[in-house]
């Protein structure tokens, strides 16, 4: 059976059990947007956990930093003038 809760003055508990498995903490921001007609809720975490996996399709883990590569870039345009 799916953990269910009820409405009360605009408020509804997310269930215990789905708390632990998505890592929902106390204090954490949710995300809330509507979807084919469900609600659905995420985390900022798991936003950027997200963000994270989307870049490193890219991005490989043991690729130079990209931060570091346009600081060099500045440096050495600077150094140049």
């Not at 632990?20 to 809330?32: H, K, M, R, S």
């Amino acid at each position: 059976m799916k953990p269910t809760s009820n409405l009360s003055n605009g408020r509804a508990v997310i269930p215990a059990a789905l708390r632990t498995q998505l890592d929902i903490q106390d204090g954490d921001q949710l995300i809330w947007s509507a979807r084919d007609g469900e609600l659905v809720a995420t985390t900022r975490r798991a936003q950027l956990q997200k963000a994270q996996d989307l870049f490193q399709k890219y991005v490989p883990r043991n690729s130079p930093s990209l931060a570091d590569e346009l600081i060099a870039e500045r440096r050495a345009a600077s150094e140049a003038e």
